[in-house]
């Protein structure tokens, strides 16, 4: 049934996974040096995501060809400015930022990166690459370029001796290590109902619905996390991950690129203690989703959880649930219609209480050339962008 992914380093069913351990043992010196062959009338193109006309290039891309959901009225409108930071955490290579042009008029059809990380797999550590943003114009679907793509950027990985990778998908492939569901917690709900996003309830008014997601008080005192707080968030942040079985390990200058606030692109924050020192964490990152054809919106703008590391290391359950009612004030005083996030990590503890509801989609976690026994939802610790 898959042609393609039956020929790669995956797991082929679920009882192919008894073991944790890579699949297929390479060297760099096994890998080909010339670049897979495009259909003629395509080339390959690396883009220069620091250069204006390329981002918008590609922004533009993905703003009307990337992920939608399952009715295809949103689809994820991720900001040039947005890309310009997933795309260059530290030891980031412009290798591994492929685009595919048209040949004759150079317009950007195609796209597919990689970034480094260091991830925990129960108890491996594995240099891998993140892949994310693979994207085909809607006028070359099913072509079978999405498996080109695939394997160039493997190829160009591998090159530099890395052999295993880590991405996240709303369809089901070869085979997940991991299915979270998503969560939504509406701080517009009003907006959400207008747009589709989400109904009323039968037998109720917009006013009690409007009400019933009104914010409590807030129980922290958040302020914005700052250069200075980098070293403490990072330790604070790891020893909160190292809690489950399937997490990424962040160095300081990671932590100092993906988890200091931008403007409109990642908000994070910290709380101290009376002798400054930071006890608590949390961040979002902004992600719209432009909506076909209504007359009165034209996107979502929806806040998605992402890291979080609140005092005690989450045994208080108190202390996860105050530290998230903080994030969504935050996030409703940033103008966000809603909070979305997965069903892992310790997220059970506040998901109910903090009226979250269940979502129609799912995100399903792979690694290639890695086999890993299936991890639980509560012990997946990994949030992709
Ligand atoms: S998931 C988001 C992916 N993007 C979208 O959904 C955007 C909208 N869709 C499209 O642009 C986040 C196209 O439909 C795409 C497929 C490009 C998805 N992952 O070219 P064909 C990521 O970016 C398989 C992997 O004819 P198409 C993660 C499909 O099963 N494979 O289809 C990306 C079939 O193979 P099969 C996917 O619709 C991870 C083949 O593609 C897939 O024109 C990539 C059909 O190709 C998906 N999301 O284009 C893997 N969707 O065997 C990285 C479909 O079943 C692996 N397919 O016949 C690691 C690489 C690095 C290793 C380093 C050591
Ligand atoms: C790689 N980094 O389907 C990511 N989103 O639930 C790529 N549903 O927004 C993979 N269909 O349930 C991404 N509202 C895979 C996800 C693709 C996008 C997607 C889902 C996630 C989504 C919304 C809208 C559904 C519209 C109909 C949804 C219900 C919200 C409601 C709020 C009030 C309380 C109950 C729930």
């Known amino acids: 049934a898959h042609k393609f992914w039956n020929t790669q380093p995956v797991p082929q069913n679920e009882s192919d996974v008894q073991e944790d351990g ?16 495009l259909p003629s009338d395509f080339e390959w193109y690396l883009v220069d995501i620091n250069n204006e006309k390329d981002r918008t290039d590609v922004y533009t891309l993905l ?21 310009q930071w997933a795309l260059q955490p530290p030891g980031w290579k412009q290798d591994w930022h492929l685009g595919v042009r048209v040949a004759s008029n150079k317009k950007i059809v195609a796209f597919i990166s990689g970034i ?40 160009r990985v591998n090159l530099t001796g890395i052999f295993q990778a880590v991405y996240t998908a709303g369809v089901n492939l070869p085979t997940p290590i991991s299915i ?8 517009n709900p009003k907006k959400l109902c207008e747009v589709g996003f989400s109904q009323l309830p039968h037998n109720t008014t917009m006013a009690s619905h409007i009400k019933k997601y009104k914010l409590d008080v ?66 979002f990152y902004s992600l719209p989703s432009s909506i076909a054809r209504n007359p009165k919106h034209t996107h979502i703008h929806a806040a998605y959880l992402f890291y979080y ?11 996860s649930r105050h530290l998230m009612n903080d994030t969504l004030i935050l996030a409703k005083q940033a103008n966000f219609d809603v909070v979305n996030c997965l069903g892992l990590s310790h997220n059970q503890q506040f998901l109910d209480e903090l009226k979250f509801g269940k979502g129609d989609g799912y995100l399903h976690y792979y690694l290639y050339n890695y086999r890993c026994k299936t991890i639980q939802p ?8």
């Open 116 to 155: 480094p990380a260091n991830l925990s797999v129960h108890e491996s550590k594995l240099h891998l690459v993140e892949i994310n943003f693979l994207c085909v114009h809607k006028k070359l679907r099913s072509k079978r370029l999405a498996p080109v793509l695939i394997k160039e950027i493997t190829r």
């Open 378 to 385: 509560e012990q997946m610790g990994l949030v992709m962008l």
């Open 63 to 83: 703003s009307q060809n990337y992920v939608e959901d399952s009715d295809a009225v949103f689809r994820f409108d991720y900001s040039p400015e947005f890309l």
């Open 218 to 283: 807030s129980f922290l005192n958040l302020q914005p996390m700052q250069e200075g707080d980098v070293s403490q968030v990072t330790a604070l942040l790891n020893e909160f991950l190292s809690q489950f079985e399937f997490h990424q390990v962040f160095s300081e200058e990671e932590v100092r690129h993906m988890m200091l606030p931008i403007k409109d692109v990642v908000f994070s924050y910290v709380a101290k203690d009376e002798n400054d020192n930071v006890t608590d964490f949390t961040a």
């Open 309 to 319: 590391a609140p005092k005690g290391l989450g045994k208080d359950q108190t202390r």
């Open 180 to 187: 979270c569901r998503y969560f939504h917690r509406p701080l």
């Open 22 to 37: 890579v699949i297929e043992h390479k060297e760099v010196s096994d890998i080909k040096q010339e670049p897979y062959k």
